[in-house]
């Protein structure tokens, strides 16, 4: 079974300019959630989706948002980007029924922005 | 606010030692607690997760223990080799009020020497 996919794997750009990211769920699990991990802050929750719709939320500006498509699929956008938005964003994937299941996380987008 | 502690930060063993990790975290209505690893530059493989109504889950070497009640689990990697070396989280997921969010806390990064 294919694990969770991120795309792209690796993005430079630059102040104000917005990014759009990808998440490929494991089949048959339809809850992604998307963390940003940064050396200072470590890993932070941004957000949950579930059956299309967001379940859970961070605290984050509203420059970071994201959405789910009927096959699971996720993607997270980000506007008006700033230098400190360089970082890791993980995004996990689970069965979703129950909030006892295990998580599992794709490698990863490092972005960079100049 | 779900607060999640990891001591130690860092840790440098011979190989074939036991060892101990430790993850504290503020809040105990939690849903169940995740352990981690992660490789330099890459996403997280879920090692062992643990329900709330669990104390202990095993896999292979690994071992992870669980205390709700006082805010505390372990994690014991029995006979450590230097393919153990990577740096180790715990994530609780939120019950309550926060229900369904990860946090994580800031990791114990392992060293493992031959």
């Known amino acids: 079974k294919a694990g969770v996919t991120q795309t792209p794997r690796y993005l430079i750009k630059t102040r104000g300019q917005q990014v759009t990211l990808s998440c490929s769920p494991i089949?048959?699990?339809?809850?992604v959630s998307w963390y940003q991990q940064t050396p200072g802050q470590g890993l932070q929750f941004l957000f949950e989706?579930?059956?299309?719709?967001?379940?859970n939320k961070g605290n984050f500006p509203g420059r970071f948002s994201g959405r789910q498509f009927s096959n699971s699929r996720s993607e997270m956008n980000v506007s008006t980007l700033e230098l400190g938005d360089s970082a890791l964003y993980l995004c996990?994937?689970?069965?979703?029924?129950?909030?006892?299941?295990?998580?599992?996380f794709g490698p990863g987008t490092r972005l960079t922005v100049l | 606010k779900q607060e999640v502690t990891q001591i130690p930060a860092a840790l440098s063993v011979p190989e074939g030692e036991n060892l101990v990790l430790n993850c504290s975290f503020t809040?105990?209505?939690?849903?169940?607690l995740q352990w981690f690893r992660q490789d330099p530059g890459k996403g997280l493989t879920s090692l062992l997760l643990?329900?709330?109504?669990?104390r202990e889950q095993t896999s292979g070497r690994l071992n992870a223990s669980l205390d709700k009640s006082s805010g505390r689990s372990t994690l014991y990697i029995a006979a450590s080799q230097p393919g153990d070396s990577a740096t180790y989280l715990c994530?609780?997921?939120?019950?309550?009020?926060?229900?369904?969010?990860?946090?994580f806390g800031q990791g114990t990064i392992l060293t493992v020497h031959p």
């Open positions: 643990i329900q709330s109504s669990q």
């Open positions: 089949s048959g699990h339809r809850s």
């Open positions: 809040d105990s209505a939690i849903y169940n």
């Open positions: 989706y579930f059956s299309e719709t967001q379940r």
């Open positions: 996990a994937s689970s069965l979703g029924g129950a909030w006892g299941d295990t998580q599992y």
């Open positions: 994530a609780v997921r939120a019950g309550g009020t926060s229900y369904g969010k990860l946090t």
